[in-house]
Structure formats: structure tokens, C-alpha cells
């Protein structure tokens, strides 16, 4: 038999959620008799019932079933977590997530914003943030994704502000291609007064080595504004991916990027990290792949 699973959340939690798909399904402690009533109907003889919340709000929803006898409601506890672990863990093969999660994303985004070859890109940031709200926070330079393949397919070096995106970064496919990556905050040294270690590194490695072609900043705004204060000074052909995380600087830096001549990837707010700075460029790296 098919198991019901009812996720119970508190209503303010619900939206954090989108809809799942198979035997399962998130609902609040409102909802709970009617998901209920519905599977009656169904003919389902029993639900398994997973509360997460305060220990007041599991009580609460144990309270409010304690007289409900049909469908039989089995919290998961004991035995039945044990079978709800299983459910989860089982029937799905590997070679089918990723797919998969691909084929949710594109029901949960509208991308007739973007041009269909910055699709691919698109998808991969969302997936890597698990959040599909982020694709309305995107800005893309029109010349964004061509310009970052070609230079990748061309042998562009990288250089990456912190440790964190350079360890994301799918290293096979770029030395496939000729690269390499630089890290900043490893480049930098002993940085003159006023300077952060990611500024002056990001500094020093653009003035080193013309190589680079692509600066993928995913967790200092210092960094960013450095990257563009040298490449403002002397110009190259290079792609911007900048996705700097925070408070202090780092919303107000990305406005600066997508105000900027150069080629860029970016967002707008607070969002960004060093996972979503890495997922954009290995996202380039498959099309420079596709494209070779």
C-alpha cells in the first residue's frame, strides 16, 4: 500500500516550503482534518502524521487528533519514523535527482525573461541555492553567457575571491579547457593598511597575470569593488561573476557590477555565497563543454 505522509508544520512555516511530489505533503495544524476527511474519501485505512515544531505545537496537534479513528493517524515515532526514513530513502535512483530536480525547478520559475542559453546557467543557480525566488533577483548582462564560454573554451584563467569558491569549482572540466584557478585571499600576502586580504589579493592577481578572464567573487564585497577599480584602470575582456554575501557593502557593490561595461552575473540583495558563485561558473564550464 501506497503510505500517506502529512508533514504538520506551524502555518508560518509552511511557506518555506514548495509542493512535493509523491506520497507526501506539507500542511498546518489548520489543514490537518480536512487532508484527513480527503483521504477517507480516498479509501485510505491510514496516515502517518510527522509534527515538527515546538514541543507546545506537537502536543497541540496530538490533542486535536486524539479522537480521530478513521483513517488510522500513526505518528512517526519508533517503528514508523523507521518506515518513513525508508520511504524516503528508497525508490529513487541516483542517475534520476538531478533530472529531476530540474523538471521541478522549470515548473517553479518563469525564465522568458532570460535568453534560452542562459537557460542552463539560470537552472543550475537555482538548484544550488535551493530557492527558487532567486531567479527574480538575477541580473544578467546580455552578452553574459557567450562572452564567459567563449573565454573559458579559450583557455581564460579564473580567479576566485576566497578558498570556499575555489574549492566548488569543477577544476577538470576548466583544465580541460587550459585554465587554472587563482585563489585571492591565498595571493594576498601581508595587505597594506586599509586593505582586506581578499581586496588586495584580488588587486594583485589582476596586475600579475593578464591570463585571468573571469572573476568570480562569492563572499567578499571587497574583493568585487578591488576587481573593478583595476579592471575599470586597465580594461580587458573578462566576465564578472559576482555574488558577494552579506550586509555591509555587499548589496551596494553588485549595483555597482551591473551598472559597469564589463560582461557580469549578479543579483540583487543581501543573497549570494561562495555555493552559488561556484555553481555559475561550473554552470559555464558544461556549455563551454557542449560547445567545444
Known amino acids: 500500500m501506497e503510505r500517506n505522509i502529512l508533514f504538520v508544520v506551524p502555518r508560518e512555516k509552511k511557506s518555506f516550503f514548495y509542493p512535493l511530489k509523491g506520497p507526501w505533503e506539507i500542511v498546518s495544524e489548520e489543514e490537518i482534518l480536512s487532508r484527513l476527511k480527503e483521504r477517507r474519501k480516498q479509501g485510505k485505512d491510514r496516515v502517518f502524521l510527522s509534527v515538527i515544531g515546538p514541543e507546545e505545537f506537537r502536543k497541540r496537534v496530538q490533542r486535536l487528533l486524539s479522537g480521530f479513528q478513521s483513517p488510522e493517524v500513526v505518528f512517526s515515532e519508533g517503528d514508523s519514523f523507521s518506515a518513513l526514513l525508508s520511504t524516503l530513502s528508497e525508490g529513487l535512483p541516483p542517475d534520476e535527482i538531478e533530472p529531476r530536480s530540474m523538471e521541478l525547478i522549470r515548473e ?26 532567486l531567479v527574480k533577483t538575477l541580473i544578467l548582462s546580455r552578452e553574459g553567457v557567450e562572452t564567459g564560454v567563449s573565454l573559458l573554451r579559450e583557455g ?7 578558498e570556499m569558491v575555489a574549492a566548488g569549482i569543477d577544476r577538470r572540466r576548466l583544465v580541460a579547457l587550459g585554465g587554472k584557478v587563482l ?48 579592471l575599470t584602470e586597465k580594461p580587458r575582456r573578462v566576465l564578472v561573476v559576482g555574488f558577494p554575501v552579506g550586509f555591509v557593502r555587499a548589496a551596494e557593490a553588485k549595483l555597482l557590477l551591473a551598472q ?33
Open 183 to 230: 585563489c585571492a585571499v591565498r595571493e594576498a600576502g601581508t595587505p597594506p593598511s586599509g586593505y582586506t586580504r581578499t581586496a588586495w589579493g584580488m588587486e594583485r592577481v589582476l596586475h600579475k597575470h593578464p591570463e585571468v578572464g573571469i572573476v568570480v567573487v562569492g563572499n567578499a564585497p571587497t574583493a568585487l569593488l578591488s576587481a573593478l577599480r583595476v
Open 108 to 133: 517553479l520559475i518563469d525564465l522568458s525573461s532570460f535568453s534560452p542559453k542562459a537557460h542552463p546557467l539560470i537552472l543550475r543557480l537555482v538548484h544550488a541555492s535551493g530557492d527558487p525566488e
Open 260 to 292: 559597469s561595461p564589463f560582461p557580469h552575473l549578479t543579483n540583487y540583495g543581501s543573497r549570494g555565497g561562495s555555493g552559488l558563485a561556484a555553481a555559475a561558473l561550473n554552470a559555464l564550464l558544461r556549455l563551454a563543454h557542449e560547445t567545444a
Open 156 to 162: 581564460a584563467w579564473v580567479v576566485c575571491d576566497v
